[in-house]
């Protein structure tokens, strides 16, 4: 059955300039779509740029060149109306779910804020029943809705920061690193909660993440990115499976296997250095730095982005043909 998209990012560039005629490229040429109803999982280390790839499709932020397609639609393109139409339509959750709610609001006020501005509810009762309701889908209760921010744990206050973002039914939300501010013990239970949000409420996610281990219970399909780029991008199963680019491969190894047996038997990539930075990032291949399997052609020569086996894409010189 054929797919469908939901979202299309074609060619997105974010450059930001830094002083002395010197641009930071943050996401250089980057291109990915989303089908309706899956998660794309979309990793990399801290810089890397994949946050700045959401904060854009987001509208967070205008893009240098490329576009944002919704529904077939250029999101940067919109008229007013329009814009404030697709607002309910696209939400985020953010990392630090303790910065990202007011501190000086109700749980009341905060997931009921975005619904008075759309207008939702005429009547109070009926918004506040959908509060409660709201409440409810993530795992709290109705006494929480009069507490302050401060009053709760991390994943409570993560699980209001996801109260906030269904409260205006969208149907695609942005999860920025949504669990790495949490407890190890605390980042499953999330983790579950928007898998079984997905299913209820037929949303599409892309979830944002710094390594691989979690992302691999939650998304359908998953890119790799590295300094601006995406690396290497295929189905999740395949990505765990046969990883293709020198980097997955690294990020892969890192993730501890929980039988001590295997654990200790198997050799771990680590990659040399920090990542390059991308004001002034290397020739030919960005990873070149740090590939262990780094050849000469690598310096010189961009690798082309090619579909090296049936949806398992990735771009790399020792896939070259
Ligand atoms: Fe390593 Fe070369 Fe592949 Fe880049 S293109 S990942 S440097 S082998």
Known sequence: MQKDILLEVNNLKKYFEVGRGKLLKAVDDVTFHIYR????????????????????????????????????KNVHNMNAQEKFAHNRKMQMIFQ?????LNPRSTVREIIGE???????????????????????????????????????SGGQRQR??????????PEFIIADEPISALDVSVQAQVVNLLKRLQKEQR???????????MVKHISDRIGVMYLGN?????????????????YTQALLSAIPI?????????????????????ISPPSGCAFR?????????CAFQKPIWREVEKNHFVACHLYNG
């Open 37 to 72: 109803g899956e998660t794309f999982g979309l990793v990399g280390e801290s810089g890397c740029g994949k946050s700045t790839t959401g904060r854009v499709m987001m509208r967070l932020y205008q893009p240098t060149d490329g576009e944002v397609l919704y529904n077939g």
């Open 96 to 100: 630090d779910p303790y910065a990202s």
């Open 114 to 152: 975005p619904m008075e501005v759309h207008a939702l509810y005429p009547r109070k009762q009926e918004q506040l029943m959908r509060i409660y309701e709201l409440l409810e889908i993530v795992g709290l209760n109705h006494d929480h809705a009069n507490r302050y921010p401060h009053e709760f």
């Open 160 to 169: 209001i920061g996801i109260a906030r973002a269904l409260s205006l039914k």
């Open 203 to 213: 949303l599409t996610y892309l979830f944002i993440a710094h390594d691989l281990s």
């Open 230 to 246: 995406i690396v290497e991008l295929t189905e999740s199963h395949l990505l765990y499976k046969k990883p293709l680019h020198p």
């Open 258 to 278: 929980p039988d001590p047996e295997i654990e200790e038997k198997r050799e771990r990539i680590i990659l040399k250095g920090e990542m390059p930075s991308p």
């Open 289 to 297: 730095t740090r590939c262990a399997e780094a050849m000469d052609i």
